[in-house]
């Protein structure tokens, strides 16, 4: 099956850095997705791709769309302490009805 | 304009019991999708249904799982004689068409003892 690796794992970083993280893949996906994950809750659209070398902004969130369309990244501006949290990619083909494929995602942690 | 419900947030189970997970789709949208997540990993797709439906199920145990999606009322996410591998959290999504946005709910934290 289809499967993302995201990188990096973690991350430690001081509040008002950048950061940078991102997904790749052996197979193509159509749509590429970021979310965000706090403690105990679901995961929150961040920002969503469609066509391969897009590149999308949220505020401080950027993120593009591969031209190989295996790949994404996603960019965070000037960190802020509620930007913690739990960032995941997913990818998605309109041949798979639907269902989005996740990485395993990236643990962001601001220290103030 | 109410987001994807989940009940219960929280379920704790002997092993051998059933479990019973619900969702309310955000109101018009009739596309629901399952997905579990175990810790420190990503969400891992299980089964997509659409109303009295189901269109996917390429991620679901062939055994002691089962999804349904009636014309009135939640989603159901039933696992039936429970173990304790199938202790994780249990996400519901929700989505006006096939290709479009995704709007998960908070989740139901399965623990099996």
């Known amino acids: 099956g289809q499967q993302l690796n995201q990188s990096p794992q973690s991350m430690f970083i001081q509040e008002g850095e950048d950061v940078s993280m991102n997904c790749t893949s052996s197979s193509i996906f159509n749509t590429w997705l970021w979310y965000k994950q706090d403690p105990g809750e679901g995961p929150v659209l961040l920002i969503a791709?469609?066509?391969?070398?897009e590149l999308t902004s949220n505020g401080r969130l950027t993120a593009q769309f591969g031209i190989t369309r295996k790949d994404s990244f996603l960019n965070i501006s000037a960190s802020i302490p509620s930007d913690v949290g739990i960032y995941f990619c997913?990818?998605?083909?309109?041949?798979?009805?639907?269902?989005?494929?996740f990485g395993d995602g990236t643990t962001l942690t601001v220290k103030p | 304009n109410a987001g994807v419900m989940q009940n219960p947030r929280h379920l704790v189970r002997r092993r051998g019991q059933e479990a019973r997970l619900r969702c309310s789709p955000m109101k018009g949208h009739s596309h629901v999708y399952w997905y579990r997540q175990l810790p420190e990993e990503g969400l891992k797709f299980m089964v997509y249904?659409?109303?009295?439906?189901?269109?996917?199920e390429s991620g679901m145990p062939k055994e002691r799982f089962s999804a349904e999606f009636p014309k009135e009322g939640p989603s159901i996410l039933r696992i039936q004689q429970v173990v304790r591998g199938d202790s994780a959290a249990y996400f519901c999504?929700?989505?006006?068409?096939?290709?479009?946005?995704?709007?998960f709910g908070p989740g139901t934290r399965l623990t099996v003892t």
């Open positions: 791709l469609y066509k391969a070398g």
């Open positions: 249904l659409q109303k009295e439906n189901i269109i996917d």
């Open positions: 997913a990818g998605r083909l309109e041949t798979n009805a639907g269902k989005s494929t």
């Open positions: 999504a929700s989505s006006s068409g096939q290709g479009n946005e995704q709007y």
